[in-house]
């Protein structure tokens, strides 16, 4: 079964509308999370990197005030794209750290957002 | 910089073999790993080579070599649900994973 759950897995809404992405590990302690974006036919993008209890790290050329992640307990990681655009459509994608080195990222199944 | 070469798309055969080759430049390496991506899914976990050699799951069998910084996804018997993206990665010297942007596998009867 799914380790590491995401929801919503599709949004359609209008511009200017915020979003929020949940994502749950539901059989184990997440201290740290990732967050990332994947364009059609493009690979995975680092988007920020979610602690427990702290501020998130985000990549360069990643809008923090955009794209705001709360970690606020060690089985959630929420994601809310403020204010989105047609140009925030994309497929997100979060997974949990494991710790262990064999397998180092349990995936959620992912969120296909799309501003109209 | 960072870097994971792997070819944008390959094409092959019900019931073959494929090769799919990855090649990396990174500060350190703690593992190189294939996932296999279908469209608008997550990827999933396919293997992991943190020493050189092969290793084989089933159909599907992965190499390393740590020297060359090389590794490839050998995959046996083709079928069809085997058309996907398939991800190189490999985890630096800081624990993170720098991922390589995909072989486009298209698998013909």
């Known amino acids: 079964g799914a380790v590491v759950s995401q929801h919503p897995s599709r949004v359609i809404c209008k511009s200017g509308t915020s979003v929020k992405i949940e994502c749950r590990s539901l059989d184990f302690q997440a201290t740290t999370m990732f967050w990332y974006r994947q364009f059609p036919k493009q690979s995975l993008m680092l988007m920020a990197t979610s602690n427990e209890g702290s501020k998130a790290t985000y990549e360069q050329g990643v809008e923090k005030d955009k794209f705001l992640i709360n970690h606020a307990s060690l089985t959630l990681s929420t994601l809310t794209v403020t204010s989105a655009h047609p140009e925030d459509s994309s497929f997100y994608i979060c997974?949990?750290?494991?710790?262990?080195?064999?397998?180092?990222?349990?995936f959620g199944d992912g969120t296909r957002l799309s501003i109209l | 910089g960072q870097n994971i070469d792997q070819p944008t798309e390959m094409t092959a055969t019900e019931g073959a073999i494929v090769q799919i080759n990855c090649t990396y430049q990174t500060s350190g390496f703690n593992g190189l790993f294939w996932y296999q991506q279908h469209a608008g899914e997550a990827p999933t976990f396919l293997s992991y080579?943190?020493l050189d050699g092969l290793e084989e799951k089933g159909r599907f069998s992965s190499f390393l070599s740590r020297s060359k910084g090389y590794s490839y996804l050998l995959l046996k018997e083709l079928q069809m649900k085997d058309s996907a993206s398939y991800l190189c990665?490999?985890?630096?010297?800081?624990?993170?994973?720098?991922w390589g942007a995909g072989t486009k596998l298209i698998i013909k009867p």
């Open positions: 990665a490999v985890l630096d010297s800081n624990y993170q994973l720098i």
């Open positions: 080579n943190v």
């Open positions: 997974s949990a750290l494991t710790g262990l080195e064999s397998q180092p990222q349990h």
